[in-house]
């Protein structure tokens, strides 16, 4: 194409689309095509050191929000970014209407057929569809009869993988029924491209994504409506280990639902309920995210964690809508394709508009013929399995595997399917400070809205260097881009928030607390505390160390031995350390510390911390998440640049400390005093407690009084050094200091406060009101505060009686005695699910 | 003649049960053959809910749940039934099997339709090519189909050894065929596999078989078992079943609960619980002749 030589700096246009490849942007006479022309225009004014910039700034943002695939996967080092490039795919009104009305009619279609499949089989009866299709199908799953019935859209949301070939023609690569993926990506793709791009670029009206979000809401609202006037819609989420775990966060935030978890729900009595702080709370309509043949443990079989048994029979009952149906998913085996212009006509009685991807099902004599002619030009994949997965590219394998795979399609001719191979279309890329061809993959999605389908104007692009063929998954390809579709009319503003402009009923909690969230944010309180613990800890030690004499520190064995006591260092050095080999342990200490495997260590903590919060990262506020990622990749990149010497540790934890400073704050100040925060806060309080009372037992476990230089260390690792001074100066005496430590309750470090707002906070948690007397955990803190507001003043002048330190074992015993009691009560409901099977046998033959 | 079964499944565990969802085949469907008198399901304790339901190949599930903990589980079925004898004809008196395995693949009755179903791959009886060659000496072109069967049962029973010791509920059905051993249900999952290979539709039909005692001794109360034999599509003739633990065609003493693809769509009792601890299971079935037979 010659359009590079008529465009001059700044933009370098290195645009040459292969011969037969059709451009999106301009047509073959180097016009540029509907709703391209303004846009070409801006960009070729556009500098390309501002577009590099921004270019950035969008991929920060990326970051920023986690769109990174396996973000939350444990273990996981390799982080996939989500790429985005800037410049978006632009279509007319007038040619997405076009796709709209063949994808409704397609996706009406595939809903008369899944309804036919799991109901009458009229299709099989009638010769339509021949059997092999169904019955030879393991995604024909017997189970899910019957349940395609009942009113409402059996198929709720769709997606089609979209590609356009060399004739301009868009044809479904891939239908995706029954758990579409990328949606969330293409309304993140959307935010970020429409802060980003330059303002240039960005004149023309474009459709928004809201109303097709708005209507998603109304149509699970009215698949809810028949359980229940004012239905409760969660999104069931195959949990945080899964790839796309960050799309059903982020819709779940979007569209205002519970983002739930298989244990997050019972079934009882044939209703399905979610599991809430305050008790069971009904469920009326199951967004479910994962995989369909594992949504019920007990008809399906498995021990996929993400079912939840029961759940068919109670929408067998009546009692919950699952949407999409268990079973939409059997539309996602290419089989079909094969079929679909003909079961147009009979089941719909019209042409199929939206062509698929010319497919030849094997188990059909004819249609084997050509494609084993054919052969070496097509894809061959399994007929029976939803496509992106197992496929062979025949004329990428060797003759002998060919012959393997003739073979096989011999053998078992009903499970294969073949399909052409397809050039898809360029569209510009800036790629390296130019814009330069890539080959677009378009994913588009539908949401039901009666008996049609309306489409998302918009959608996830994704792009590659070349036309080579390109994985069916949402992460193919090497970028994604938004897309674009041009009003030719005014755009109305419309958001998911408030529609109508009246005032709402004030509330002052959100409607549902589930207990698994309870639970994790009391651990991101835990760890939270802990690590700040430890991190003080480590600095009073360090500090010493890194002193020019470090052996005349006197409180030096005092506060090894208390890392020792917490499990920090092995004990073995607090017995050597009185002997003096130094130097040995001021080398393995950042060993210690660094060591994330071990479990009670700083690493450890900061690492649960992240995990736990990335997790609930909806009910924390997100600059309190932002936070805690950032202090944890500071740290762990602090780990890995290599640590030496105490020095290393001493700034690592100096930075930890600071940061977990921030994180407090952003909490106190950004967190609603509702249940999520008074968890996190349970949480912090119980582990500063026992964490103080373990060290005060530490030093008092020789019976001795403490010494001057461990009282002033104690001071620093409590946080009081300046409190101390402004009271009594230079004057350590072990009474003032221990009352910081236990008694006073002004102190924010000291055992008594944290125990009178665990009083405060219990009272707060939802109670059996049927009972008169205070409840278990009640008493156990209450019991633990008294015995600590009674402690006579001199006891604290004599540590050394047994008297101290047994009220602090009573304490610790106590919180754990709470978190017990709050776990059973509040926290998890339910242990792990098993089946039973029982093997039919004989006892005799004749 | 009639026969009253009674079919207890007692399930303890170490602990007590918190919740607990389950499924039963337990009530025996009607057949050509077969009447269903009475039949009653009790479970102790009284379950949260009960309902029943007809799975997708016409058998009554019973679906029921607990909400409030239990230490032991029983579930009784108490069921009179009515059967007829098959009429008698000679094996040879069958269409070839070979005329059969056509029909199917033409499938223009609904009743072949219908058989499609059991003619593929399910999750526990597979294809084989080692198992068409085990059956091949006994389906020569054009032999009759219910002869071709009877001489395959008989080799088979010659063949496989009965051995309880042998395989566990998820041994696959090439290392039975490898191994040669097993029980019931592994026996009807590698006959249905190896008949299926042979491009003929075979079901797994899951019920109880009556047991006489040794002669001159009483009958043993609870002594007999569930049970489980294949179903073969014959063409006009329709199913025959076939017990590969008996090595004969099922005449009089075999009463039918159920049929599915495999054991997996219609195990007796299914069930998801929580808590428990470890577990134990007794099932006792008995089976009594209430009326001789030819009244």
């Known amino acids: 194409m010659s359009t590079a030589e008529k465009i001059g700096p700044p933009l370098r246009f290195d645009w040459s689309v292969p011969t037969g490849v059709y451009n999106e942007a301009l047509d073959p006479s180097g016009t540029p095509r509907d709703g391209w022309r303004e846009f070409l225009d801006a960009l070729r004014h556009a500098p390309p050191e501002e577009l590099a910039r921004r270019a950035t700034q969008a991929e920060e943002q990326l970051r920023e929000n986690g769109v990174t695939f396996n973000v939350f996967h444990e273990g996981s080092q390799l982080q996939r970014p989500w790429r985005l490039d800037l410049l978006p795919f632009i279509l007319s009104a007038a040619e997405w209407r076009k796709v709209e009305k063949g994808l409704n009619q397609r996706a009406r279609l595939l809903r008369w057929i899944v309804q036919d499949c799991y109901g009458s089989r009229q299709l099989i009866y009638d010769g339509s569809l021949p059997p092999e299709v169904l019955f030879a199908n393991p995604g024909f799953i017997r189970a899910f009869c019957g349940l395609h019935a009942g009113p409402g859209p059996s198929i709720a949301t769709y997606a089609a993988e979209l590609a356009r070939g060399p004739d301009g023609q868009w044809c479904v690569m891939a239908d995706r029924a029954a758990a579409p993926a990328g949606m969330a990506f293409a309304l993140e793709n959307r935010i970020i491209t429409s802060r980003t791009i330059p303002p240039a670029l960005h004149h023309q009206p474009v459709l928004r994504l809201a109303p097709f979000f708005l209507q998603l809401q109304n149509t699970l609202t009215e698949l809810g409506a028949r359980h229940s006037p004012n239905p409760r819609i969660v999104l069931l989420s195959s949990g945080a280990s899964h790839p796309y775990y960050f799309e059903d966060v982020y819709l779940a935030r979007y569209l205002g639902y519970t983002l739930v978890e298989s244990g997050d729900l019972a079934v009882r009595e044939d209703r399905v309920y979610l599991k809430t702080l305050a008790g069971l709370a009904p469920v009326d309509v199951i967004m479910a995210r994962g995989p369909e043949r594992a949504i019920d443990p007990l008809e399906l079989g498995g021990n996929s964690p993400y079912g939840v048994p029961g759940v068919l029979h109670a929408m067998r009952r009546g009692n919950v809508t699952i949407s999409n149906r268990p079973g939409s998913g059997l539309m996602e085996t290419p089989v079909f394709m094969a079929f679909l212009p003909e079961l147009c006509r009979r089941c719909l009685d019209e042409e199929l508009l939206m062509p698929s991807i010319p497919t030849w099902w094997c188990g059909d004599d004819a249609q084997r013929a050509y494609v084993l002619d054919q052969f070496e030009g097509l894809v061959i994949k399994p007929a029976f399995e939803r496509s992106g997965g197992r496929e062979t590219i025949v004329s990428r394998v060797s003759a002998a595997e060919r012959g393997a795979l003739r073979e096989r399609i011999l053998a078992r001719p009903y499970a294969f399917v073949a399909q052409e191979l397809i050039e898809r279309s360029a569209v510009p890329v800036f790629s390296q400070g130019a814009v330069r061809p890539g080959h677009a993959a378009v994913r588009v999605f539908m949401v039901a809205e009666g008996g049609e389908f309306s489409l998302m104007p918009g959608g996830l692009v994704r792009v590659a260097p070349n036309t080579a063929p390109m994985e069916l998954s949402i992460s193919a390809g090497v970028g994604s881009k938004d897309l674009w579709v041009l009003a030719d009319g005014p755009v109305r503003p419309v958001t998911l928030l408030s529609s109508e402009n009246e005032p709402v009923k004030l509330q002052r909690t959100s409607a549902i607390f589930p207990s698994r969230v309870a639970d994790d944010l009391f651990w991101v309180g835990q760890s939270l505390d802990r690590a700040d613990f430890l991190s003080r800890l480590l600095r009073a030690v360090v500090e010493r160390l890194t002193t020019d004499a470090p052996l005349d520190a006197a409180e030096l064995p005092s506060l090894v031995r208390i ?142 009084p403490i010494e001057r230089p461990v009282l002033k260390a104690l001071l620093e690792v409590m946080d009081c050094r300046m409190t101390y001074r402004a009271r009594y100066l230079d004057n350590i005496q072990q009474n003032a200091v221990l009352d910081l430590c236990i008694t006073d309750e002004t102190c924010p470090r000291s055992i008594a406060s944290q125990l009178a707002a665990l009083a405060d ?37 004599r540590p050394q009686t047994a008297d101290l ?8 015993l106590a919180l754990r005695a709470l978190t017990d009691t709050l776990s059973r009560k509040y926290l998890l409901h339910s242990g792990q699910p098993r089946q039973i099977t029982i093997e039919p046998d004989v006892v005799a033959t004749t | ?201 075979a079901r797994y039909i899951s019920g109880y ?45 075999h009463v039918t609960v159920a049929w599915g693809r495999d054991y997996g769509d219609v195990a007796p009792l299914k069930g998801v619980y929580i808590g428990g601890g470890s577990h134990q299971l007794q099932v006792s079935v008995d089976v009594e002749e209430t009326a001789p037979a030819g009244e």
């Not at chain 1, 906070?761 to 015995?787: C, T, W």
């Not at chain 2, 009284?46 to 029983?74: C, E, H, I, K, M």
Request: proline fraction near 6%; glycine fraction near 6%.
């Open chain 2, 1 to 201: 003649m009639t026969f009253h079964i009674q079919h207890t499944t007692r399930y303890t565990g170490s602990e007590a049960v918190s919740v607990g969802h389950n499924e039963a085949w337990l009530t025996p469907r009607a057949t050509g053959l077969q009447r269903l008198l009475s039949h009653s399901l009790t479970i102790i304790p009284q379950p949260s809910v009960v309902s029943t339901r007809t799975d997708a190949f016409g058998n009554t599930v019973t679906q029921f749940s607990f909400n409030q903990g239990y230490d032991a589980l029983t579930v009784t079925a108490v069921s009179d039934i009515e059967l007829d004898r098959p009429a008698e004809r000679p094996a040879s008196d069958s269409l070839a099997w070979d005329a059969v395995a056509e029909a199917l693949q033409r499938h223009e009755s609904a009743a072949e339709l219908e058989a499609c179903e059991f003619l593929f791959d399910s999750p526990r009886c597979r294809t084989h090519g080692d198992f068409a060659a085990y059956a091949a000496p006994s389906f020569a072109p054009g032999r009759p189909i219910v002869e071709a069967l009877l001489e395959l049962v008989e080799r088979f029973h010659g063949d496989f050894q009965f051995d309880p010791e042998a395989t566990t509920v998820t041994t696959p059905v090439e290392h039975v065929f490898r191994d040669r051993r097993g029980v019931c249900q592994d026996f009807a999952h590698l006959l249905i596999s190896i008949i299926r290979s042979q491009g003929l539709a």
């Open chain 1, 563 to 704: 890392l020792a006591d917490q499990g920090q260092i092995e004990p073995g050095f607090a017995i050597e350390i009185l002997a003096g080999p130094m130097p040995a342990f001021g080398e393995e200490l950042p060993r210690m510390v660094s060591d994330a495997s071990e479990s009670r260590g700083l690493a450890a903590a900061v690492r649960e911390l992240e995990r736990l919060a990335s997790l609930e990262r909806l009910w924390i506020s997100p600059d309190a998440w932002r936070k805690i990622h950032e202090t944890a990749a500071t740290f762990h990149a602090s780990v890995s640049s290599g640590w030496t010497g105490p020095y290393d540790v001493l700034d690592a934890v100096n930075q930890v400390i600071l940061d977990l400073a921030a994180v407090s704050g952003l909490i106190q100040d950004g967190m609603i005093r509702g249940p999520a925060w008074r968890l996190l806060d349970i949480g912090r309080r119980v582990e500063r407690t026992r964490n103080v009372a373990g060290l005060l037992r530490s030093l008092m476990s020789d019976g001795e």
């Open chain 1, 805 to 812: 330190r047994d009220i602090m074992i009573d304490v610790d």
């Open chain 2, 209 to 253: 078989l009556r047991t006489l005692p040794p002669p001159g001794k009483p009958r043993l109360v609870g002594a007999d078992a569930s049970h489980a034999w294949a179903s073969v599509y014959c063409g006009p003739l329709g199913w025959v079943d076939v017990d590969p633990v008996l090595g004969t065609l099922v005449i009089e003493d």
């Open chain 1, 761 to 797: 906070h219990v009272d707060l948690l939802p109670q059996d009101a049927a009972s008169p007397l205070r409840s278990e955990e009640k008493r156990v803190i209450m019991g633990a505060l008294h015995a600590v507001r009674m402690l006579p003043p001199d006891q604290l002048a």
